[in-house]
Nanobody, 115 residues
Framework: QGQLVESGGGLVQPGGSLRLSCVASGFTFTIYYMSWYRQAPGKERELVARIFTTGAITNYADSVKGRFTISKDNAKNTVYLQMNSLNSEDTAVYYC????????WGQGTQVTVAS
């Protein structure tokens, strides 16, 4: 049974940085793309960034463009989210997502931006 496991969340001050990691393990299907979503309290889950396995095409939400960078290591089946210039509106649970024969989700990692 495959799984996505996130790590790297935590508490950071405004203006700070965090790097999230997501490892996909135990899957036998081709991964077409991997994404990071987030969900803040009382809000719907939203797409933050996506990277395609081939070609490394990336997409970002307007709210994170220029601050967040998604990258991948295909050999390790790992996707990263480098988050810089964090502010309170980035506080949320961040979820890793992968599209294979269906969508898969990680368990989420909390990111809290507060002074």
């Amino acid at each position: 049974q495959g799984q996505l496991v996130e790590s790297g969340g935590g508490l950071v001050q405004p203006g700070g940085s965090l790097r999230l990691s997501c490892v996909a393990s135990g899957f036998t299907f081709t991964i077409y793309y991997m994404s990071w979503y987030r969900q803040a309290p009382g809000k719907e889950r939203e797409l933050v960034a996506r990277i395609f396995t081939t070609g490394a095409i990336t997409n970002y939400a307007d709210s994170v463009k220029g601050r967040f960078t998604i990258s991948k290591d295909n050999a390790k089946n790992t996707v990263y989210l480098q988050m810089n210039s964090l502010n309170s509106e980035d506080t949320a649970v961040y979820y890793c997502n992968a599209l294979m024969e269906r969508q898969y989700w990680g368990q989420g990692t909390q990111v809290t931006v507060a002074s």
